[in-house]
């Protein structure tokens, strides 16, 4: 999991995963998107206690629940609409971006 949120960057981030998205010839998604897509994946570790700094080192992500997650709060605050293939194209950027900083081990 995440070695030190700190090295995070929301900015660059979400370049790196438009850049992403990009090079799976999906167009339609803003930066505002993606940062909303950011924020509900912190709720997720929120929510499970991966932000935890004892359990950080150990911690895993089942992609399925996190996916399930995100799409019943898209679905409950309707604030943005996103295919589930495009939903697993932002996490799976998110999860290199942050192989990319070293905050993911795989």
Aim: negative net charge; glycine residues 2%; hydrophobic residues 35%.
């Amino acid at each position: 999991m995440a070695k030190d949120l700190l090295e995070y960057d929301d900015s660059d981030a979400i370049k790196f995963i438009l850049e992403h998205l990009k090079k799976q010839n999906i167009d339609n998604v803003c930066d505002d998107d993606v940062q909303y897509i950011l924020d509900l994946i912190c709720e997720y570790y929120e929510k499970c206690n991966l932000l935890n700094e004892i359990n950080s080192e150990e911690a895993q992500i089942e992609e399925s629940d996190m996916i399930n997650y995100i799409s019943a709060i898209m679905k409950k605050e309707n604030v943005i609409s996103l295919e589930e293939s495009i939903l697993e194209a932002i996490l799976d950027g998110e999860y290199e971006y942050g192989l990319s900083i070293g905050i993911y081990e795989k």
